[in-house]
């Protein structure tokens, strides 16, 4: 089935330092991924996207390249600020599912100035 | 000002009542989701609805009832038959852009339960 797994959390770092959040899947087809951000007590924002392998989804300063090869979709930045803090999630769209979304358990991220 | 608007945002209920949360949007997305967050886990699919007057179950479907009269509103009920209804509550509207479905979310409603 479609499933998708993230790295466990949180994840601390200091201002300025590099994140990388790993995102695995499990889909048949071609699904589209997601990243979506969640701050404390708020509903989920989209980050950014990618619908086809290779693609790249990029939104302030965060990036994911869609890797078939290696069933991947890893978040980055090359620096974080204290606003970064929050808790992310990777999430696939099935092939022809209806626009279902399939989503990890979330990472949470904590930067500390 | 588009969006998607849940209320109220903190809701508390007796155990053994129903209760109804509300979702409207004014996109014009023809799909519409609610979703559940627990403490620590991602979103798990209640019901979901493509157009008006129909929807389909999700994966936790149990215990919760909608229903898709307006294009605009997709309510949800947490039934007395919900074991354990204390949770976050998100709802969501969904547009096809250039061949790719893409979910937007309202700010959620907490549900308490006592």
């Known amino acids: 089935g479609n499933s998708v797994t993230q790295m466990e959390g949180p994840v601390t770092l200091s201002e300025e330092a590099f994140l990388t959040i790993n995102c695995t899947y499990t889909?048949?087809?071609?699904?589209?991924l997601f990243w979506y951000v969640q701050y404390p007590g708020e509903g989920l924002q989209l980050l950014l996207k990618a619908t086809k392998a290779d693609d790249k989804g990029s939104n302030k300063g965060f990036e994911a390249t869609y890797r078939k090869e290696t069933t991947s979709f890893h978040l980055e930045k090359g620096s974080v600020q204290v606003s970064d803090s929050a808790v992310y999630f990777c999430?696939?769209?099935?092939?022809?599912?209806?626009?279902?979304?399939?989503f990890g358990q979330g990472t949470e991220l904590s930067v500390k100035p | 000002d588009g969006g998607i608007t849940q209320s109220p945002k903190y809701l508390f209920r007796k155990e053994g009542q129903n209760v109804t949360l509300s979702c409207e949007q004014n996109l014009n997305h023809d799909a519409m989701y609610w979703y559940r967050q627990d403490p620590g886990q991602g979103l798990r699919l209640i019901y979901y609805?493509?157009?008006?007057?129909?929807?389909q179950k999700g994966d936790i479907a149990e215990g919760y009832s909608v229903s898709r009269e307006k294009k605009e509103s997709f309510p949800l009920t947490v039934t007395s038959a919900q074991k354990n209804p204390t949770a976050f509550y998100l709802c969501?509207?969904?547009?096809?852009?250039?061949?790719?479905?893409?979910?937007?979310f309202g700010p959620g409603t907490r549900l308490t339960v006592l």
């Open positions: 999430a696939l769209a099935p092939d022809n599912q209806g626009g279902k979304l399939i």
């Open positions: 609805s493509q157009i008006v007057n129909d929807f």
């Open positions: 969501a509207s969904r547009i096809r852009d250039r061949g790719t479905d893409t979910q937007y």
């Open positions: 889909a048949t087809g071609y699904p589209s």
